[in-house]
């Protein structure tokens, strides 16, 4: 007995057609539904089944593999002949035995279902490429519309969604916040003297050395206009960012020095204007910016080249350490 009586009493009252079968062929049981359609016989061998008794060593290699039958050209004799068939082997206690449970299954029921699991599956692997498509576009989309073209930095929307989140972020823990106007003295010269391509070189280089000297994580350097940046300081207060300020100004002095004109750089000088939220102060970014561009205008005229706070008391003169 390769079943128990209980496991028997299950597949008895199963409404498919279920037979048990040893690896050499030979029929050990089958169930009452299987026993129906017999008419009361009792097959001895798989052979008994078949349309074709020829195909029983095909028939049981198949079987003893746990494949699919269904790439045989098998036939069982009426009136099985429209069932699918699906083999299990038998295991007791963790061990298998040499014996298989043959499952015979409409045929139609199965292959229609195959079919459509077949389509269901197809959708939805379309319909996850398309999402991963969409998803794709949407952030390269994303990130072009937060991108300056032209230098590669974020541009004048990303630094306004910046600004507002860090104002929130400022007012709920009570913190500094402080920006900056950066404007290249002199630049439209440059444009009508050079011409616009070295003028494009220009901004490029500008906004590469703008984001290498500001090092801090979580400062943000922006394109705001033309020849405009925008930075964004957190957590800065008057003196430090007075001292990135001039850092920056430092910065293109240097450069300046050290790189001659040519056919992709011209020297050029930076005006800043700097602008603090202070831990206790309500203030819009709009209102910051303003500020901000007051200082910009001060240090234009105070001879540009240089860096000037918006706080009137604050300190203009180049920082004599920059430990930002």
């Known amino acids: ?48 089944l078949l349309a074709s008794p020829s195909q029983s060593d095909a028939f049981l290699r198949v079987m003893r593999r746990n494949q699919s039958f269904s790439h045989l050209a098998l036939h069982l004799r009426a009136p099985l002949q429209d069932s699918y068939i699906a083999s299990t082997r038998i295991a007791r206690e963790g061990e ?32 996850k490429r398309e999402r991963a498509v969409a998803e794709k576009t949407a952030q390269l989309a994303l990130t072009q ?36 106007i950066v404007d290249l003295d002199y630049f439209k010269a440059i444009n009508d003297t050079h011409g616009h391509d070295l003028g494009d070189q220009v901004l490029k280089r500008v906004a590469r050395l703008l984001t290498g000297a500001i090092t801090r994580r979580g400062d943000q350097v922006a394109r705001i206009g033309g020849e405009e940046f925008g930075v964004l300081l957190p957590g800065a207060d008057v003196h430090a ?14 450069y300046n020095a050290g ?42 005229e105070r001879g540009r080249d240089q860096a000037v706070h918006a706080v009137p008391s604050a300190q203009t003169d180049p920082p004599l350490a920059d430990t930002r």
């Open 145 to 180: 519309a937060s991108r300056d073209s032209l230098t590669g930095i974020a541009n004048r929307r990303a630094f306004d969604e910046c600004l507002a989140a860090a104002l929130v972020k400022a007012e709920h823990k009570q913190d500094w916040l402080s920006v900056m």
């Open 1 to 48: 007995m390769s079943l128990s009586a209980d496991c028997r009493a299950l597949i008895d009252a199963l409404s498919m057609p279920v037979f048990v079968v040893h690896g050499d062929g030979s029929l050990e049981w089958l169930n009452r539904r299987a026993r129906q359609l017999l008419a009361g016989s009792a097959p001895q061998s798989i052979k008994n």
């Open 259 to 300: 790189c001659p004109a040519g056919d992709s750089w011209h020297p050029v000088t930076l005006s800043v204007g700097v602008a603090t939220r202070c831990p206790d102060q309500s203030i819009s970014g709009r209102d910051l910016m303003r500020q901000a561009d007051r200082g910009l205008y001060l240090a234009k």
């Open 96 to 127: 298998f035995l040499d014996c298989w449970l043959l499952e015979l299954l409409p045929r139609q029921l199965v292959v229609g279902g195959m079919h459509q699991l077949s389509q269901m599956i197809q959708r939805t692997t379309v319909l």
């Open 241 to 254: 960012s007075l001292k990135v300020a001039w850092r920056l100004v430092m910065t293109l002095r240097q």
